[in-house]
């Protein structure tokens, strides 16, 4: 059995109130998730987040703060790969409007306080959405 990794970089964009997220048809399951993606051999972690953000919303991202990596083993729902995922806040220009440049997917703003565990499909964004969660709702009631 080959062992490897499998590492993902996603941003984290809260604007106004909401936060942008993603839906995308893989495997012909619809998947709610943060926009972001696969690290590439010999790109750097914040690089490769800028790239896809750029590749697939076409918008240029400055990237913030780390928020979260993964801390748990957890396998890959589509191939024999263990995932690691990389969360960072991040900003830019607010657009007009978001136009994919990827098939089957579609990206929109959701209320914030309407963004729990189970928000997301993958286990591990389920874990941020939870986090978010509560990082938020503390901030509310301070």
Not at 76 to 103: L, M
Not at 113 to 127: C, Y
Request: aromatic share 14%.
């Amino acid at each position: 059995m080959d062992k490897r990794f499998n590492i993902r970089v996603y941003g984290i964009w809260i604007q106004n109130g909401k936060i942008l997220v993603n839906e995308e048809l893989i495997r012909g399951k619809n998947i709610i998730k943060f926009p972001g993606g696969g690290l590439d051999w010999g790109e750097g972690i914040k690089n490769c987040l800028v790239r896809e953000w750029k590749e697939e919303l076409g918008i240029d991202i400055e990237v913030l703060s780390h928020f979260y990596t993964t801390d748990f083993f957890q396998p890959s729902a589509y191939d024999n790969s263990q995932v690691i995922s990389i969360y960072y806040f991040v900003t830019a220009p607010v657009p007009e409007a978001f136009v994919n440049n990827v098939a089957n997917e579609r990206t929109y703003w959701m209320e914030l306080n309407e963004v729990s565990a189970g928000t997301f499909t993958l286990a591990i964004d389920q874990v941020v959405g939870g986090l978010l969660q509560e990082h938020f709702a503390e901030r509310i009631s301070n």
